[in-house]
């Protein structure tokens, strides 16, 4: 599961018949935001206009009126900006760093990763907030999907966000709280292992080169044996 451009999801299953793993895609992303508090109806609220109307270098692409909020559109990268101006509207007394001083960036210009890297290596108290609660919101996310799918084999984490807010993700609370609550049935949850995957470990090429193999009728080919 990975948020990055958008939120990809998907499963890694193998049958004791099968002779391999196989991998089931899904639009996971495409779910329903979920709503779990008055913030959050504020937020979701707010993101109908935004998703709309902003002319953010991240929000260019999918711009234009929409329906519903799925929850790619506050969980993925192009989610943080919008949460950025969220926060900027609920709490207006606080300083909007990276919109002052000789670096200053106007709001169209500022991108996650700026978000982000303000909130980790600055501590920047608006980018903090927002990279708060996106790791709610992806926390609450991979709790739900965890639920649907019981992955006791572990939850695999990548995607350019991830890695972004590794660090953060792993020492800090925020995250597996709400992964993990799910009322009586979070004891279960808690059974699920949770990985953070290294940027180095290219999936994409990974699965494009296990792909070609299967295409050939191999399976499980090692370096040895090419």
Same mark, same amino acid.
């Given at each position: 599961? #990975?948020? *990055?451009?958008?939120?990809?999801?998907?499963?890694?299953?193998?049958?004791?018949?099968?002779?391999?793993?196989?991998?089931?895609?899904?639009?996971?992303?495409?779910?329903?935001?979920? +709503?779990?508090?008055?913030?959050?109806?504020?937020?979701?609220? !707010?993101?109908?206009?935004?998703?709309?109307?902003?002319?953010? =270098?991240?929000?260019?692409?999918?711009?234009?009126?929409?329906?519903?909020?799925?929850?790619?559109?506050?969980?993925?990268?192009?989610? +943080?900006?919008?949460? /950025?101006?969220?926060?900027?509207?609920?709490?207006?007394?606080?300083?909007? =760093?990276?919109?002052?001083?000789?670096?200053?960036?106007?709001?169209?210009? %500022?991108?996650? *990763?700026?978000?982000?890297?303000?909130?980790?290596?600055?501590?920047?108290?608006?980018?903090?907030?927002? =990279?708060?609660? !996106?790791?709610? %919101?992806?926390?609450?996310?991979?709790?739900?999907?965890?639920?649907?799918?019981?992955? /006791? *084999?572990?939850? /695999?984490?990548?995607?350019?966000?991830?890695?972004?807010?590794?660090? &953060?993700?792993?020492?800090?609370?925020?995250?597996?709280?709400?992964?993990?609550?799910?009322?009586?049935?979070?004891?279960?949850?808690?059974?699920?292992?949770? /990985?953070?995957?290294?940027?180095?470990?290219?999936? #994409?090429?990974? *699965?494009?080169?296990?792909?070609? &193999?299967?295409?050939?009728?191999?399976?499980?080919?090692?370096?040895?044996?090419?």
């Amino acid at each position: 599961m #990975g948020p *990055g451009t958008g939120l990809g999801m998907g499963l890694l299953v193998k049958s004791q018949f099968g002779k391999c793993h196989e991998i089931l895609s899904t639009e996971g992303g495409h779910t329903d935001f979920t +709503v779990k508090s008055e913030e959050d109806w504020r937020l979701k609220k !707010f993101a109908h206009d935004y998703l709309k109307n902003s002319d953010n =270098v991240e929000n260019l692409r999918a711009r234009g009126p929409t329906e519903r909020i799925s929850i790619e559109r506050l969980c993925a990268g192009p989610a +943080v900006p919008l949460i /950025y101006e969220f926060f900027k509207k609920e709490n207006p007394d606080i300083k909007c =760093v990276l919109e002052e001083g000789d670096a200053a960036k106007s709001p169209k210009d %500022i991108t996650s *990763g700026d978000i982000i890297r303000s909130a980790m290596t600055t501590k920047d108290d608006l980018c903090s907030k927002v =990279v708060e609660k !996106f790791a709610q %919101i992806f926390g609450t996310e991979v709790g739900n999907f965890a639920m649907k799918t019981l992955p /006791y *084999g572990g939850i /695999y984490l990548t995607g350019g966000v991830t890695m972004g807010l590794a660090q &953060y993700l792993q020492q800090t609370n925020v995250f597996k709280q709400e992964v993990y609550a799910k009322g009586r049935l979070s004891a279960t949850v808690r059974r699920f292992p949770i /990985y953070v995957l290294q940027p180095e470990i290219e999936i #994409g090429i990974l *699965g494009a080169e296990e792909q070609a &193999y299967r295409l050939q009728g191999c399976f499980g080919i090692s370096a040895d044996q090419e």
